[in-house]
Each structure stands twice: as C-alpha cells, then as structure tokens.
C-alpha cells in the first residue's frame, strides 16, 4: 500500500475579510469612529441599546462599500437591505448584530494580484456591509471581563472570497494586496495591527487533482498578513495528518495563538439557520440610483495599476520602479509632488527608491513625516544633476550626512566632506600614472586582450580621486593612456 504524502494534497482557501471604514461616525449611530480614544467615551443611547432608540444608515458606509464594489468589478444590488444576525455578543449590547443576509450591497466579482511571481485572480462571492462589535478585555482584572463600546457599532464591509487560493503565501499576498487596495481607495487606512482589517480563514485539503472540496474548518480573527500564512500552513499540515490516519473530523471555528503558531478549536462551525437571520424592521431597504453610482465610478480615484500604468507612460520609469512607487500609495503621492519641481523623473525616482524609501522603512516614520524636506531632497538631486558631486558620492557619504546635519547648508555641507568636484581636471593624470605603475599585472592583461579590465583601472581611480574627478573626462584619459 503506497504512504500517502502531504506533497499529494493541496490546501483550498476562501477568506473572509473584515474591513473597517474610516467615516467619521459609525454605521448606525453619530457617535465618533475614532480609534484609540479612552474606553467608552465615542458612544451613546444607540450604541448601548437602550430602550426605544433607532439606528439610521450611514451614507458615508454605503458609499465606501460602493467604491470597494466598483474597484473589484462586483455587481452592485440597487436595491438591499439590512438584517438581524441573532449570536451572543458580550460586547454588542443589542445581543445582535446589523449586517446583510439575502440581499447583500454586491456579489461576484474579483481581485488579481502578483503572488510567487505570477498573477492570481481569486473571485469574490459577495461583500456586505454590517457593524463592528466592541472590544473585550479579559487580562486586565483577575475577576471579571471589561468591555469597552467605542468600536461597536463601527462600519464594516465583509468581503468574501470564493475558495481560490492555493497556498499560503497567496493568503499573505491577498491580504498585502487589499490593505494597498483599500488605502488608494481612501476607505480604510488597513491597519491589521490596530484591527481596522481582519480575515477569517476557511481551510480545507484535497488530493491534487480532485474537483471536491474537504470539510473546511474555520481560522477565525487573524490579524496580520504574517499570521494568516503561518496559520493556514500549520491547519493544512494539522488536517493532512488527520487525512492521513482516517481520522473524520467536523466543521470547527478555530483560534490561532500567534505565540505557539498552533490553531485550537473554539467552538463547532455554525450554518446560516443558527443565526437566525431576519430583516431588520428597524431599517427600510435602501435603494440606489443609476445615476447616483454612475457618479461613484466617475469620482473613482485611481487604483494601483493605474498608477503603475501612469508612472509608466507619462513619466517614462521602468516597471521596478513603478512597482516599488506604488507599494504604498503615499510613496506614489510623494514622487508625483516632486515631479512638479524637478523632470528628471528617472533620477527623482532612483534617488526616491534607493535613499528615501528604505531610510522610511528603517525609521518606521510614514513618509510624509520623513526627516528630509521637499526642497532639501531636490537640492540633494540638483547637486547630482549639476555634476558638482559624483552620483555614487552623493548616494554613500552625502545622504547620510545630510540626515545628521539637516541643518547645514548641503552644498556646504558638501564642501565640508571634500566631495565637491574638482574644476581643475589636471589632476588626473598622476593619479592614472599611479595606478597603472602600481598594477603591471593588470595592465600587461588589457594590453593583451582583457579588455574588461577597464571597469577595475575606473573604480581604482574614482576611489583616488575621491569623488573629485568627472566620469566622462576619466574614463576618456584612461583609455588614453591604457593604450599609449
């Protein structure tokens, strides 16, 4: 009898994505939706469910969800509605939750993304809009659970996916790929730490091959794009052993402790009939004008590929550094400020990609807050333009100086370090005489056909003249007296 190996089995994932939407007020009261604000203090008769209150849609939640509908190419509902999901919530006082049921904002649909160096399109079920519960803290009293209400009631969209993804890295990738999306949206700042995203992850195995899903079980609240990969990889290799042996295992929600990287169960996996969905009377359905989402995708800002597309086309860059522009959508909002003042946009964003991008990623500041000004940094490309500092210079020794002395005039501060280029070229020649006396092995080799040994005569002579000497004029002295 042949061992079966995980290698013969493929995990199949469907995600569930919890966005939360940055309006100002939440989904169904005018309580504030803020973030990190002392417990309880952004909530009101509504959020706590006192008697004979009333909750009203949020307009800014509707339109929101309508941009992350038009940006995926979902089918937009004209008209739907708002039901009642009937669970035990300790901290949603009304002990139920406002979401959507039969009658969802959009369906279908899909989002394509780059995972392990090809394109992925996974399709989109549905997204609907629906309400935050709050918070519970049970760590910071030995005797009892503290609730904090300032995140019920928060918008939310639920994006769910259909069981396209088959790794996972394409489940990191996924989730990299919607906290971008969601950001040039402008609908969330996608911030999985603070809880503003969240998935839930749907896990099953099958035989490579087959066309009939496994029993899934469900990886619920994981909040980081790092979690959600570690923990579909530890449930794929958890259920093929259960595979493996014959072990028959039900629907699970599970949880998954980060610290142990293991999934433990929570609770056995509810169907639809457990929640006892039903439309809220308290809410009539909402309709939506053609014209009214016509003005929606018309007022669309940009999406990733687009800007890829843009810095391409209009400002001539190459793909890698596009690419690495539009990380981030600030990233690409910084460059194309800076391309109003300086049209060298290949040398913008070479000194943009290489100097700035990782001096954020080390700082950990968000780069509008970075340590360089507008007019420093084009100052700093304008030193390299007008060849008074060599390019690789300016990169090595007269960046990092300029982040410590942010105070110093740079082309000051560039005389200071002895960098600036020599006007007077005469100097050349000895320090060519030099080298070429103080290597008689690697000349006589270029002199009999090792041509390539030019590069190594250029850096050891760029390395004397200190950054002094002009490129073109030293490569053609070089040749000169290389072939005297």
């Known amino acids: 009898m042949n061992s079966i190996k995980i290698s013969d089995y493929e995990v199949v994932v469907g995600l569930e994505v919890h966005i939360q939407l940055n309006t100002n007020s939440k989904a169904f009261a005018r309580d504030l939706n803020r973030f990190g604000d002392n417990p309880n203090t952004n909530i009101s008769a509504i959020t706590l469910a006192h008697p004979g209150t009333l909750p009203k849609a949020n307009k800014a939640h509707i339109e929101k969800a309508l941009l992350l509908a038009i940006a995926t190419q979902s089918q937009i509902n004209p008209t739907h509605q708002f039901d009642r999901k009937n669970y035990f919530y300790p901290d949603l006082p009304k002990g139920y939750q406002i979401t959507q049921d039969r009658y969802?904002?959009?369906?279908?649909?899909?989002?394509?993304?780059?995972?392990?160096?090809?394109?992925?399109?996974?399709?989109?079920?549905?997204?609907?809009?629906?309400?935050?519960?709050?918070?519970?803290?049970?760590?910071?009293?030995?005797?009892?659970?503290?609730?904090?209400?300032?995140?019920?009631?928060?918008?939310?969209?639920?994006?769910?996916?259909?069981?396209?993804?088959?790794?996972?890295?394409?489940?990191?990738?996924?989730?990299?790929?919607?906290?971008?999306?969601?950001?040039?949206?402008?609908?969330?700042?996608?911030?999985?730490?603070?809880?503003?995203?969240?998935?839930?992850?749907?896990?099953?195995?099958?035989?490579?091959?087959?066309?009939?899903?496994?029993?899934?079980?469900?990886?619920?609240?994981?909040?980081?794009?790092?979690?959600?990969?570690?923990?579909?990889?530890?449930?794929?290799?958890?259920?093929?052993?259960?595979?493996?042996?014959?072990?028959?295992?039900?629907?699970?929600?599970?949880?998954?402790?980060?610290?142990?990287?293991?999934?433990?169960?929570?609770?056995?996996?509810?169907?639809?009939h457990d929640y006892r969905y039903f439309p809220d009377p308290d809410l009539p359905p909402i309709l939506l004008a053609p014209e009214y989402i016509q003005t929606l995708r018309e007022s669309?800002?940009?999406?990733?590929?687009?800007?890829?597309?843009?810095?391409?086309?209009?400002?001539?860059?190459?793909?890698?550094?596009?690419?690495?522009?539009?990380?981030?959508?600030?990233?690409a909002d910084f460059f194309l400020r800076l391309a109003q003042k300086e049209h060298d946009y290949e040398l913008l964003a070479k000194v943009i990609v290489n100097k700035i991008l990782p001096e954020v990623k080390d700082s950990g500041k968000s780069i509008e807050k970075q340590v360089v000004s507008d007019e420093r940094l084009l100052e700093f490309i304008g030193l390299i333009k007008s060849k008074k500092v060599a390019p690789s210079v300016a990169n090595q020794i007269l960046f990092p100086?300029?982040?410590?002395?942010?105070?110093?005039?740079?082309?000051?501060?560039?005389?200071?370090?002895?960098?600036?280029?020599?006007?007077?070229?005469?100097?050349?020649?000895?320090?060519?005489?030099?080298?070429?006396?103080?290597?008689?092995?690697?000349?006589?080799?270029?002199?009999?056909g090792n041509k390539a040994l030019i590069g190594f005569f250029m850096g050891q002579a760029m390395k004397a003249a200190k950054g002094k000497a002009d490129p073109k004029l030293l490569k053609t002295e070089l040749v000169k007296k290389l072939n005297d």
Do not use: W
């Open 104 to 272: 969802p904002i959009c369906e279908g649909g899909h989002i394509t993304f780059e995972s392990e160096g090809r394109i992925k399109k996974v399709r989109l079920h549905h997204i609907h809009m629906e309400e935050d519960a709050g918070k519970s803290s049970h760590d910071l009293s030995d005797r009892v659970s503290m609730l904090d209400y300032n995140r019920a009631g928060t918008p939310l969209v639920e994006m769910v996916t259909e069981p396209d993804l088959r790794s996972p890295q394409e489940v990191h990738d996924f989730m990299a790929y919607m906290q971008k999306l969601v950001r040039y949206l402008g609908i969330s700042d996608g911030n999985m730490e603070e809880g503003s995203m969240r998935c839930d992850c749907n896990v099953s195995i099958r035989p490579k091959g087959s066309t009939i899903y496994g029993e899934r079980c469900e990886i619920k609240n994981v909040n980081s794009k790092k979690f959600a990969k570690q923990a579909v990889a530890y449930e794929f290799k958890r259920q093929y052993k259960m595979v493996s042996k014959g072990v028959v295992f039900s629907k699970q929600t599970l949880n998954f402790n980060p610290e142990t990287g293991v999934t433990t169960p929570l609770r056995s996996k509810e169907d639809a």
């Open 401 to 448: 100086a300029m982040l410590d002395q942010s105070n110093v005039n740079l082309l000051e501060l560039a005389g200071r370090l002895n960098l600036l280029k020599s006007e007077d070229q005469g100097f050349l020649g000895d320090i060519l005489d030099d080298i070429l006396k103080n290597h008689p092995e690697e000349l006589e080799k270029y002199r009999k």
């Open 300 to 331: 669309m800002p940009m999406l990733p590929e687009q800007y890829v597309e843009h810095l391409t086309s209009k400002y001539g860059l190459n793909e890698y550094n596009s690419k690495e522009l539009t990380r981030e959508k600030a990233f």
